[in-house]
């Protein structure tokens, strides 16, 4: 596609529940990063991923977060029994192969825990 | 640890009147600063990579500059729609972005 696509682009879910949010990297993007975004802060960054390499997971805030990404390509970051304090905005970026390229977002997840 | 500091919080400005937004950084091995806009409920929106101290970048009404400390988004007679939050981002030497907390613009007609 033209951008980096997210889905969905609101999600409510009740607390203890296990969430899906899924990113689809612009075509030929290797790199590929989840931010977290909570109302007034910055951008908290979850997890990198380039090419084949072992993805860097070490912004991950606790095991309940996971993510993958199938074939270098679509992303899924998955939390799982959510808690209130899950609720942001979940954005994804990529990159093309230039370390030093603009990432470019998609329009983020935003994530409601009820 | 990389540390990103957007000053100030909050801007309002009336239309046609000039200001600056600060991104102040610690960060060993800086390899790039970028500026982004974010709009709300929007992604952020890339604006303009700096490498090097000194370097000045340009795109209408936005000038972006970079020294060894900190970099400036002047912003020169602005018009409502340049109303967002502008986050600027360090990245050292390897891959990870680190965002400031962003300087929310409101620009009165």
């Known amino acids: 596609g033209a951008g980096v696509s997210q889905s969905p682009s609101n999600k409510v879910t009740e607390k203890g529940k296990d969430v899906e949010l899924r990113c689809d990297p612009i075509s030929g993007h290797t790199a590929l990063y989840w931010y977290r975004q909570s109302l007034g802060q910055g951008l908290e960054f979850l997890i990198y991923f380039q090419g084949n390499s072992a993805p860097d997971k070490s912004g991950l805030p606790s095991d309940r977060f996971s993510a993958e990404r199938t074939g270098g390509s679509v992303s899924t970051l998955t939390i799982q029994r959510t808690q209130q304090e899950d609720s942001a905005v979940y954005l994804c970026?990529?990159?093309?192969?230039?370390?030093?390229?603009?990432?470019?977002f998609g329009q983020g997840t935003r994530l409601t825990v009820v | 640890e990389d540390q990103v500091t957007q000053s100030p919080e909050a801007l309002r400005l009336q239309e046609g009147e000039s200001s600056s937004l600060n991104c102040s950084y610690t960060v060993s091995g800086l390899r790039g600063l970028f500026w982004y806009r974010q709009d709300p409920g929007k992604g952020p929106e890339f604006l303009f990579t700096l490498y090097s101290a000194g370097e000045e970048k340009e795109k209408e009404r936005l000038k972006a500059t970079l020294t060894k400390k900190e970099s400036f988004l002047h912003i020169t007679a602005p018009k409502p729609e340049d109303s967002a939050t502008y986050l600027c981002?360090?990245?050292?030497?390897?891959?990870?972005?680190?965002f400031g907390a962003g300087t929310t613009v409101t620009v009165r007609a």
């Open positions: 970026a990529t990159r093309g192969g230039a370390a030093l390229t603009e990432a470019f």
């Open positions: 981002a360090v990245q050292r030497n390897d891959y990870k972005l680190s």
